[in-house]
């Protein structure tokens, strides 16, 4: 079945194709943007980009009640294992993990950090994610770098959520110049105006040849 995204503010999606719901950077707690709670998630995954508080989020609070797979840098995997939940998926950028016969999930590279409570949480990473058929690539938060091209050709995504807040992360027009390198005909502009210190003009994101859709909290993208 072809998959639906749903985008939940900020940075946090839920995709899913039916059979397998991947909750990407979970942050719905202290989430302004966000339109359910943390209870109402239910998954079959949860795929972590790197371990700041606005993505590992409610992390280990759905996973447990889930018994959802985390699929995420070495060490935030670990940290989990010491805080009592065991089932996760290891990865670093450049790998990829199968989910089933036909999904799987790749790490790439972001331009960023990651740390959660004074703790290293591994290397910040993008999330290429294969699930009915259609593939998504979710950035993470990350500057600008030229090999988004080289992603954007190996994988040849269906859509990109691209961060456009500045401070953190790209602003929108160093995001509109990632959109063109990866080439995906959908881009979906993530991690802005969350709070005041990443307030931008969307209007600003303005992508050569891809389709911008701006997506409201709970706003959904349904594949064909
Ligand atoms: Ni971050
Ligand atoms: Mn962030």
């Known amino acids: 079945m072809s998959p639906t995204l749903t985008f ?7 995709l899913s194709d039916g059979e397998i719901t991947i909750a990407i950077d979970p942050f719905f707690s202290g989430n302004p943007a966000a339109t359910i709670s943390a209870e109402e998630v239910s998954c079959t995954h949860i795929a972590l980009t790197h371990g700041h508080e606005d993505h590992f989020g409610d992390t280990l609070e759905i996973a447990k009640k889930n018994d959802a797979t985390v699929v995420a840098a070495y060490e935030i995997i670990n940290y989990l294992a010491e805080h009592d939940h065991h089932i996760g998926e290891p990865g670093n950028p ?5 989910l089933s016969d036909d999904a799987w999930i790749a790490f790439t590279h972001a331009f960023h950090s990651s740390s959660y409570q004074g703790r290293y949480m591994g290397m910040p990473c993008g999330l290429v994610i294969h699930l009915g058929g259609k593939t998504v690539y979710h950035c993470g938060d990350t500057d600008l770098f030229s090999d988004l091209e080289l992603i954007g050709e190996l994988y040849k995504p269906d859509v990109a959520l691209i961060p456009i807040g500045d401070r953190y992360t790209m602003g929108p027009k160093l995001a509109s110049k990632a959109a063109d390198l990866i080439g995906a005909p959908v881009v979906v502009p993530i991690h802005y105006n969350t709070w005041p210190p990443i307030e931008v003009d969307v209007k600003e994101f303005a992508p050569s040849n891809a389709e911008v859709k701006v997506l409201q909290s709970g706003d959904s993208i349904r594949f064909d």
């Open 94 to 98: 450049g790998g990829r993990i199968q």
């Open 8 to 14: 939940h503010g900020h940075s946090a999606f839920i």
